[in-house]
Nanobody, 121 residues
Framework: QVQLVESGGGLVQAGGSLRLSCAAS????????MAWFRQAPGKQRELVAV???????NYTDSVKGRFTITRDNAKKTVYLQMNSLKPEDTAVYYC???????????????WGQGTQVTVSS
């Protein structure tokens, strides 16, 4: 069974930095697109950043120039470096990955459990 385990959330002051990590484990053949989403209280979950297996990236406008998504394919891990954090970045951050298990013929989408990021003003 595939699991995505996140780490790195916490409380930080505005202008500070945090680095989130998300590692995929299980009987995995390959991991395709990996992404970070976030959900603030009372708001819908939104896509923050996505990275392809080959390293292509895309970001939502509000984080461009401040956040960087990277991945280590050998470790099946995706990272989100968050700099110049703002109070409006406060949310639960979820990682998502398209994972091909050894028993499957196509990738399935999996989610992590979420990690809280709180930015104080």
């Amino acid at each position: 069974q595939v699991q995505l385990v996140e780490s790195g959330g916490g409380l930080v002051q505005a202008g500070g930095s945090l680095r989130l990590s998300c590692a995929a484990s299980g009987s995995i053949t390959s991991v395709d697109d990996m992404a970070w989403f976030r959900q603030a209280p009372g708001k819908q979950r939104e896509l923050v950043a996505v990275i392809t297996f080959g390293g292509g990236t895309n970001y939502t406008d509000s984080v461009k120039g401040r956040f960087t998504i990277t991945r280590d394919n050998a470790k099946k891990t995706v990272y989100l470096q968050m700099n110049s954090l703002k109070p409006e970045d406060t949310a639960v951050y979820y990682c998502s990955a398209a994972v091909m298990e050894t028993t499957d013929w196509y990738p399935r989408n999996y989610w992590g459990q979420g990690t809280q990021v709180t930015v104080s003003s």
